[in-house]
Nanobody
Framework: QVQLVESGGGLVQPGGSLRLSCAAS????????MGWYRQPPGKERELVAI???????AYADSVKGRFTISSDNAKNTVYLQMNSLKPEDTAVYYC????????????WGQGTQVTVSS
């Protein structure tokens, strides 16, 4: 199976920055897409940013210009640089990966809390 290890969440003041990391480990799998979703308190889970194996990216409108997704393919790791954070960015952030291992899988990590508050 594939394991996802997320790190980088925490408490930050409005206007601050955080960098999330997610490393996928395991054997015999091929990653197609990695990215991040988030679930604000009392709301549905929503897409934040994704990147496919060709480095095509997509962002939620609410984070465009503030968040940047990147990856290190050699390490099967995806990053989310979050700048100019706002209180409405407060959420549990989940790493997402779409991979192939005999069949296609969509997989989410355990989540990391990001709280933006003064």
């Amino acid at each position: 199976q594939v394991q996802l290890v997320e790190s980088g969440g925490g408490l930050v003041q409005p206007g601050g920055s955080l960098r999330l990391s997610c490393a996928a480990s395991g054997s015999g799998f091929s990653i197609n897409t990695m990215g991040w979703y988030r679930q604000p308190p009392g709301k549905e889970r929503e897409l934040v940013a994704i990147m496919d194996s060709a480095s095509n990216t997509a962002y939620a409108d609410s984070v465009k210009g503030r968040f940047t997704i990147s990856s290190d393919n050699a390490k099967n790791t995806v990053y989310l640089q979050m700048n100019s954070l706002k209180p409405e960015d407060t959420a549990v952030y989940y790493c997402y990966v779409k991979f192939f291992k005999r069949t296609w899988y969509n997989y989410w990590g355990q989540g990391t809390q990001v709280t933006v508050s003064s």
